[in-house]
């Protein structure tokens, strides 16, 4: 197996039409320096889907940074836009298409969305409007009903 950023970029053409919207276009090349040399990831988004490959092209957003911080992203132990302001990445260009792709990266181990907290008390029923109509309260009453 490859390190976690071999591993995040492989999964990525699968896993960028679930996770990132249909109208997010653009570029991004990662330049990753490990042992001082840099290694390049090429990332072309069109409507959601992903190609990804090691060419060192233009791109809308360059993206530059230690490979062992890249591996921390790919893992969820660290997060870019903390990275970003502490000046561990540096980012040039389209920077909002590097907030659009920051969708990417898993959360942080441990933790879970909340949303699924809620769909699971639901039953898996959360239509349209669903999650606004039912109170906390009124979701607990209806548990004590049952």
């Known amino acids: 197996?490859?390190?976690?950023?071999?591993?995040?970029?492989?999964?990525?053409?699968?896993?960028?039409?679930?996770?990132?919207?249909?109208?997010?276009?653009?570029?991004?090349?990662?330049?990753?320096?490990?042992d001082g040399r840099v290694g390049h990831w090429f990332v072309a988004i069109n409507r959601g889907n992903v190609l990804v490959s090691h060419e060192k092209r233009a791109a809308d957003c360059v993206v530059s940074t230690e490979k062992r911080l890249f591996d921390e992203f790919a893992t969820g132990a660290a997060h870019l836009i903390t990275a970003y302001n502490r000046n561990d990445v540096s980012?040039?260009?389209?920077?909002?298409?590097?907030?659009?792709?920051?969708?990417?990266?898993?959360?942080?181990?441990?933790?879970?969305?909340?949303?699924?907290?809620v769909r699971a008390r639901l039953g898996g029923r959360t239509g349209p409007g669903r999650l606004r109509t039912r109170s906390p309260a009124r979701m607990e009453r209806q548990e004590t009903q049952q």
């Open 1 to 34: 197996m490859g390190s976690p950023t071999d591993e995040f970029f492989a999964s990525l053409e699968e896993r960028g039409p679930e996770l990132l919207p249909t109208r997010a276009r653009g570029t991004i090349r990662f330049d990753l320096v490990e």
């Open 91 to 117: 980012v040039q260009g389209n920077l909002p298409l590097l907030l659009v792709f920051r969708r990417t990266f898993p959360s942080p181990p441990g933790t879970r969305d909340p949303r699924e907290r």
